[in-house]
């Protein structure tokens, strides 16, 4: 029959249909090499999740049973108290051989002379009291009969093995008893060496000692081969003294889980198979298509950013799923990212006119503080320097000294609640009461009390400031302070180291209205040495989120001590900013240093 030309209505010669059958079995095939490693990565995991998830199911099973088995047979097999145990397995470490041997006619007859009377005292304190002979009956009676427990216990239960070993230093290891079904046991004196960390359970058992099984998998312990074993620990004084274990073979729960395992795995990896087989027919009728469409539209619009034509070209995608929200979605994206791109040319001058303000704002804020060194070039009775590095472009702690008259210095250190310009704002209004009312003539007290309430007065957003201010007599070297929730300052005297001056701290300013502050007074040797700082020095912190802290503050201090205030700050910077590293800077570091001369 010959074909028609489709022209006429007719079917497509073999030529036209075959290589669209072609291209159709190509992208199937690359579907299937996309899916299949996601075929055996979830088969994969699907076997180890159930292997481990049985495993550990009948290992919780397994601890279970064991832990009521070993407190029973610990129970059972030793009914000493713990004292009457110690006293035992302590006659035991010294001559395990003794032990071993039958009693002698002379030994019982000493054991036979002294008995006990139930009412005259303890039985452990008959026990201590025993001489020689009737003590190694004893000791020997008392091994038979434990010997016997853990061999009953063994054979009755079927346990693979079973042992008493001694936990104690220097006998960690030494077997008390041992019976083994299978093989030759140890006997008293013999050893295990064992290394703790190998042996995770009998860790925990010196570790934390409780009245509980612990459990652990072995290699070569207490022979050649894999164990799983259960241990309970007898405890004295509160310290693991010795310890009851019970040994099974690791093949043989391997060989109770192989028919389990193997029977779910199969049934899993089947369902995978059919899953898999219909997400893959599903993904290639659902998604090529209008994802290739999407693509093409998408780059489309790349070429050209013409929002209209994304949004025409969209609508033909009829897809009723994520396909055709995704379609839509790219329409309104196309028409907002024609919206932004014109934003952001606004947006862009107007970042820039910020930045100078804040750049502006910063050496505004940098000028408002004494920073000309040396500060009182006339004035040779000391020497000062202060430094602030503000965590934003601006502050919040600011620094200050001031002449009040020819002999008082004011000095001043405060750190405002908060960052950024909120705080610099803060910062600027309370320095300036400060000042004020302290060249007034006020004591610090006084300047604090009235500073306080100016700012409570409309502080609606309740930011507060904590401030150290002192008065120097230069003449004397007296000092007139008061501490307003600040940290310590630190102080060195003639020849001597810094140390931390835990002052009387007094409550925030504007934190309260009306509230009472009380200054006290100390005095600054000549060649002493004062260091204020604020929070943002000890509280730096490192990328551990470790602390400077006051300690490390003092020992940099104190690697120079006579040093010169402007040194001494720059060492502390240099401390500061090794310790931290690449960690970004939370807190303002603001520091000052004064030294009479």
């Given at each position: 029959?010959?074909?028609r030309?489709?022209?006429e209505?007719?079917?497509?010669?073999?030529?036209?249909?075959q290589?669209?059958?072609?291209?159709?079995?190509?992208?199937?095939?690359?579907?299937?090499?996309?899916?299949?490693p996601v075929?055996?990565?979830?088969?994969?995991?699907?076997t180890?999740?159930?292997?481990?998830?049985t495993?550990?199911?009948?290992?919780?099973?397994?601890?279970?049973?064991?832990?009521?088995?070993?407190?029973?047979?610990?129970?059972?097999?030793?009914?000493?108290?713990?004292?009457?145990?110690?006293?035992?397995?302590?006659?035991?470490?010294?001559?395990?051989?003794?032990?071993?041997?039958?009693?002698?006619?002379a030994?019982?007859?000493?054991?036979a002379?002294r008995?006990?009377?139930?009412?005259?005292?303890?039985?452990?304190?008959?026990?201590?009291?025993?001489?020689?002979?009737a003590?190694?009956?004893?000791g020997?009676?008392?091994?038979?009969?434990?010997?016997?427990?853990?061999?009953?216990?063994?054979?009755?239960?079927?346990?693979?093995?079973?042992?008493?070993?001694d936990l104690?230093?220097?006998?960690?290891?030494?077997?008390?008893?041992?019976?083994?079904?299978?093989?030759?046991?140890?006997?008293?004196?013999?050893?295990?060496?064992?290394?703790?960390?190998?042996?995770?359970?009998?860790?925990?058992?010196?570790?934390?000692?409780?009245?509980?099984?612990?459990?652990?998998?072995?290699?070569?312990?207490?022979?050649?081969?894999?164990y799983?074993?259960?241990?309970?620990?007898?405890?004295?004084?509160?310290?693991?003294?010795?310890?009851?274990?019970i040994?099974?073979?690791?093949?043989v729960?391997?060989?109770?889980?192989?028919?389990?395992?193997?029977?779910?795995?199969?049934v899993?990896?089947g369902?995978?198979?059919?899953?898999?087989?219909?997400?893959?027919?599903?993904?290639?009728?659902k998604?090529v298509?209008?994802?290739?469409?999407?693509?093409?539209?998408?780059?489309?619009?790349?070429?050209?950013?013409?929002?209209?034509?994304?949004?025409?070209a969209?609508?033909?995608?009829?897809?009723?799923?994520?396909?055709?929200l995704?379609?839509?979605?790219?329409?309104?994206?196309?028409?907002?990212?024609?919206?932004y791109?014109?934003?952001?040319?606004?947006?862009?001058?107007?970042?820039?006119r910020?930045?100078?303000?804040?750049?502006?704002?910063?050496?505004?804020?940098s000028?408002?503080?004494?920073?000309?060194?040396?500060?009182?070039?006339?004035?040779?009775?000391?020497?000062?320097?202060?430094?602030?590095?503000?965590?934003?472009?601006v502050?919040?702690?600011?620094?200050?000294?001031?002449?009040?008259?020819?002999?008082?210095?004011?000095?001043?250190?405060?750190d405002?609640?908060?960052?950024?310009?909120?705080?610099?704002?803060?910062?600027?209004?309370?320095?300036?009461?400060?000042?004020?009312?302290?060249?007034?003539?006020?004591?610090?007290?006084?300047?604090?009390?009235?500073a306080?309430?100016?700012?409570?007065?409309?502080?609606?957003?309740?930011?507060?400031?904590?401030?150290?201010?002192?008065i120097?007599?230069?003449?004397?070297?007296?000092?007139?302070a008061?501490?307003?929730?600040?940290?310590?300052?630190?102080?060195?005297?003639?020849?001597?180291?810094?140390?931390?001056?835990?002052?009387?701290?007094?409550?925030?300013?504007?934190?309260?209205?009306?509230?009472?502050?009380?200054q006290?007074?100390?005095?600054?040797?000549?060649?002493?040495?004062?260091?204020?700082?604020?929070?943002?020095?000890?509280?730096?912190?490192?990328?551990?989120?470790?602390?400077f802290?006051?300690?490390?503050?003092?020992?940099?201090l104190?690697?120079?001590?006579?040093?010169?205030?402007?040194?001494?700050l720059?060492?502390?910077?240099?401390?500061?900013?090794?310790?931290?590293?690449?960690a970004?800077?939370?807190?303002?570091l603001t520091?000052?240093?004064?030294?009479?001369?």
């Open positions: 029959m010959k074909h030309v489709s022209g209505g007719s079917s497509l010669p073999p030529g036209n249909v290589p669209r059958k072609k291209k159709n079995r190509k992208l199937l095939f690359q579907i299937s090499i996309i899916i299949l075929f055996i990565a979830m088969t994969t995991a699907i180890i999740a159930m292997y481990s998830s495993v550990n199911g009948f290992l919780e099973a397994q601890n279970s049973h064991l832990d009521y088995i070993l407190k029973e047979t610990t129970e059972r097999s030793t009914y000493y108290s713990g004292a009457e145990l110690d006293w035992y397995l302590t006659l035991w470490e010294q001559d395990p051989q003794f032990y071993l041997q039958s009693s002698t006619t030994e019982l007859q000493s054991f002379a008995e006990y009377d139930y009412e005259s005292c303890e039985y452990i304190d008959w026990l201590r009291g025993l001489p020689e002979l003590s190694n009956y004893m020997k009676v008392s091994y038979r009969t434990l010997l016997e427990g853990i061999r009953y216990e063994t054979e009755d239960k079927n346990y693979q093995q079973m042992f008493l070993i104690r230093e220097p006998y960690l290891g030494m077997v008390i008893c041992e019976f083994n079904l299978h093989g030759e046991a140890k006997t008293l004196g013999d050893k295990y060496e064992i290394d703790l960390q190998d042996h995770p359970a009998i860790r925990q058992m010196l570790e934390d000692p409780q009245p509980t099984a612990v459990f652990e998998r072995v290699k070569n312990f207490p022979s050649e081969g894999n799983y074993i259960g241990y309970r620990p007898y405890i004295v004084d509160g310290e693991a003294r010795a310890a009851m274990g040994v099974y073979s690791w093949s729960f391997q060989d109770t889980m192989s028919d389990t395992v193997k029977k779910a795995a199969a899993s990896i369902g995978i198979i059919a899953a898999l087989i219909i997400l893959q027919v599903t993904i290639f009728r998604s298509s209008p994802l290739s469409r999407i693509q093409k539209i998408v780059r489309r619009y790349t070429e050209n950013k013409d929002s209209a034509e994304v949004e025409a969209v609508a033909g995608i009829k897809a009723r799923n994520e396909f055709g995704l379609s839509d979605d790219i329409a309104d994206l196309a028409r907002e990212i024609d919206y791109t014109k934003e952001n040319a606004a947006l862009a001058g107007e970042r820039e910020v930045a100078a303000e804040l750049d502006m704002a910063r050496d505004i804020q000028e408002q503080l004494p920073c000309e060194f040396p500060a009182f070039p006339d004035r040779t009775e000391f020497d000062i320097y202060a430094s602030m590095t503000p965590a934003k472009e502050g919040g702690d600011f620094y200050d000294y001031f002449f009040i008259d020819s002999d008082h210095l004011a000095i001043v250190i405060a405002v609640s908060g960052k950024g310009i909120p705080a610099a704002l803060f910062m600027m209004m309370s320095r300036m009461l400060i000042s004020n009312y302290t060249a007034m003539g006020m004591p610090p007290h006084e300047v604090l009390e009235r306080n309430d100016s700012i409570c007065k409309n502080n609606t957003r309740q930011m507060f400031v904590t401030i150290w201010l002192g120097l007599e230069i003449s004397t070297g007296k000092v007139t008061c501490n307003a929730g600040h940290e310590y300052p630190i102080i060195r005297k003639p020849g001597g180291s810094f140390e931390l001056f835990k002052d009387k701290h007094n409550f925030v300013v504007g934190g309260i209205m009306g509230k009472k502050y009380k006290y007074e100390f005095t600054l040797e000549k060649g002493g040495t004062l260091f204020l700082y604020t929070d943002g020095v000890p509280e730096a912190t490192d990328a551990q989120e470790n602390m802290g006051t300690g490390r503050l003092v020992e940099a104190n690697r120079d001590p006579d040093g010169a205030p402007e040194k001494l720059k060492e502390i910077h240099n401390a500061v900013n090794s310790f931290v590293g690449d970004p800077q939370f807190d303002d520091m000052l240093g004064i030294k009479l001369l």
